[in-house]
């Protein structure tokens, strides 16, 4: 794709934005009553995203039928139980969600430093996975869930949504293809606001870096690939209130980029 393309690809798009969600919509109601639906479930309510999750999942009823939720926190399951995202659902025990009949698989949306061995043991009784971000506290424990499940021929997919964001898959092609030449710099920035609760359970992990800026790293690496070397900076805005890495920036180096 010449430059002159891509440009004009790119005003495209813009329309397209619009036109095309509505036609995938019609396409996929079509199909719907066709194609078997698949079972899924959902253990855990406590990651930020749990309840969005079930909610999408409860939306695209031509596509899933949700079986069952697990929350292993009988505290927390009758906090949330009566939310629009789980009200009406089956409560179950993760033993009981794992041994439905015809479940294919199960998304993962526990607390973060429960999300991996839980995922593993989805993936030991045979389902997909959808395992939301971050991947946990320990890389060994995370590559060897990636292992067993390449063994037992699982998806696990991560929730890292900028990888099917349209705009970014564009721009992801037009690097592979060249139209922006030699990319030789990424800068990326991503926050968000939190109350105080929320600070104070985010503290309890590496920081905003390990929390929102994975997604950065998700995409950067699908541009430019392994870095060479890496550079941290670390600050805490508020040391008298909490302990959260809240102002954090990552320096990654390539032979030819920053």
């Known amino acids: 794709m010449h430059r002159r393309r891509f440009l004009q690809r790119t005003g495209q798009l813009s329309v397209l934005g619009f036109v095309a969600p509505a036609l995938a919509g019609s396409a996929m109601a079509q199909a719907g009553s066709a194609r078997e639906r698949i079972k899924v ?3 855990g309510t406590a990651h930020a995203h749990a309840s969005g999750k079930m909610a999408t999942l409860r939306k695209l009823r031509d596509e899933y039928e949700v079986v069952g939720i697990v929350e292993p926190d009988p505290d927390r399951q009758r906090r949330v139980q009566d939310q629009a995202a789980y009200r009406g659902l089956c409560w179950l025990t993760q033993e009981q969600l794992l041994n439905t009949p015809g479940l294919q698989a199960v998304a993962v949306e526990t ?7 839980t995922a593993q043991r989805c993936i030991s009784a045979g389902m997909h996975v959808h395992l939301d971000k971050p991947a946990g506290c320990s890389l060994t424990a995370f590559q060897e869930l990636l292992a067993e499940a390449a063994r037992r021929r699982r998806t696990v997919q991560m929730g890292y949504m900028f990888r099917h964001n349209p ?6 092609r037009a690097v592979r293809e060249g139209c922006l030449g030699e990319v030789f710099e990424v800068h990326g920035v991503i926050s968000k606001t939190v ?3 929320q600070r104070k359970e985010l503290a309890e992990y590496p920081g905003s870096m390990f929390e929102l800026g994975c997604h ?3 995409a950067l690496v699908a541009v430019l690939g392994r870095p060479e070397k890496t550079g941290s900076f670390s600050r805490r805005s508020r040391p008298q209130q909490d302990d959260l890495a809240d102002n954090q920036v990552a320096v990654f180096e390539y032979a030819k980029a920053t």
Request: with cysteine; glycine share 10%.
């Open 216 to 218: 950065l790293i998700d």
């Open 167 to 172: 705009a970014f898959r564009f721009c992801f």
């Open 41 to 43: 479930g959902q253990i």
């Open 111 to 117: 607390a973060v430093s429960d999300l991996v061995s």
């Open 195 to 197: 109350g105080a609760q």
